[in-house]
């Protein structure tokens, strides 16, 4: 019984997929010298294609898996929605993948992603550790499977395509911008998770807080509202402590202290200074409106697809790491 499959015969040939597809599909629309190599590996491997394989190249639009850690994010929800704009311009069609599952190993979803014969993958997930991003080389050199990271990074290697802002910049302005306003006693809510965009934002309040002389206070907590607020409470249970600047790493978080805040008595802005750190909806609800660091996120997103579209079509993107423009917001919770 013959095992060959689409994805031994694309990486003997080193071609994509869809390469592999278009070649027994539309063979018009693949260069001479490639179709014959891989038409000569087809042979060797003696593979046969499936109904699924075969349909691969005809379809009208072009897939590309999204690959979320969470949909209940307002900033995941948000910049899916920038991916989606841009993906339209080229009759592109989105398979939503999401990590957010206890079931699911994301090595096995991975797994699914390249089964899915997708002919590009956007990875946004927040955690990338030197597994995972082996993994995600893997998929793109030895799958032909092109990749782009939006709003995560791995800052150690740049082979993969990168679509973010400079976080580590963004921790130490924002700080700065608490310590000028005369607030001493910052603290830092981030989460008990490592993430590495969490890491660069720590890592730029702690240089700001110490060129300042001043005591760092980092918070570890979850974004899961029934555990921060807890945690937040925890914070006053020592008469000696105060806090009178606080920077959160997520919007969410930035209002779940705000309101826990308020609940003992605190005034906002008066008695403590708040910023988030994205700008998303939950800015602008809450009460008074949430300063935050205005994270381009549509930006983000339509920027990824567009990268991501140019190496679907062999292009080589010189730039490998794309930092995009961040601004400050100031709202009620800092004036």
């Known amino acids: 019984m013959n095992k060959a499959t689409i994805y031994n015969v694309a990486l003997k040939a080193g071609v994509s997929l869809a390469t592999v597809s278009r070649t027994l599909n539309n063979p018009e629309k693949v260069k001479l010298e490639t179709r014959e190599r891989v038409l000569k590996v087809i042979d060797e491997l ?28 307002a900033s995941i929800a948000e910049m899916v929605n920038g991916i989606t704009a841009e993906a339209r311009k080229y009759q592109y069609s989105l398979i939503l993948y999401v990590l957010k599952d206890e079931n699911l190993e994301e090595s096995e979803m991975l797994k699914e992603v390249v089964a899915s014969q997708a002919d590009g993958i956007l990875y946004m997930n927040d955690e990338i550790n030197e597994e995972q991003y082996t993994m995600l080389n893997t998929i793109q050199e030895d799958y032909k499977v092109p990749i782009v990271l939006a709003n995560t990074l791995y800052p150690y290697d740049n082979k993969l395509v990168t679509v973010c802002i400079d976080y580590f910049k963004a921790g130490y302005e924002i700080t700065k911008r608490l310590l000028d306003k005369g607030r001493k006693n910052i603290f830092l809510l981030t989460t008990a998770r490592k993430y590495m965009v969490n890491d660069l934002k720590e890592a730029g309040y702690i ?3 110490k060129e300042a002389g001043l005591e760092t206070n980092i918070v570890r907590t979850s974004g899961d509202i029934s555990v921060n607020t807890v945690h937040f409470n925890e914070l006053f249970r020592d008469s000696g402590k105060k806090i009178d600047g606080v920077l959160a790493v997520r919007d969410s978080i930035a209002v779940s202290f705000i309101n826990t805040m308020i609940d003992r008595g605190k005034k906002i802005p008066k008695d403590i200074n708040v910023y988030g750190f994205q700008n998303t909806k939950y800015a602008s609800l809450c009460r008074p409106k949430l300063s935050c660091v205005d994270v381009p996120i549509l930006d983000i997103g339509a920027k990824a697809m567009k990268l991501l579209k140019q190496e679907m079509d062999g292009e080589t993107v010189e730039q490998k790491f794309n930092v995009l423009h961040h601004d400050i917001i100031e709202r009620g919770t800092t004036k």
């Open 46 to 73: 003696g593979y046969k294609p499936n109904a699924f394989a075969k349909g691969l190249a005809s379809r009208k639009s072009t897939s590309v898996a999204v690959i979320v850690p969470d949909m209940s994010r």
């Open 207 to 209: 240089k700001a807080m």
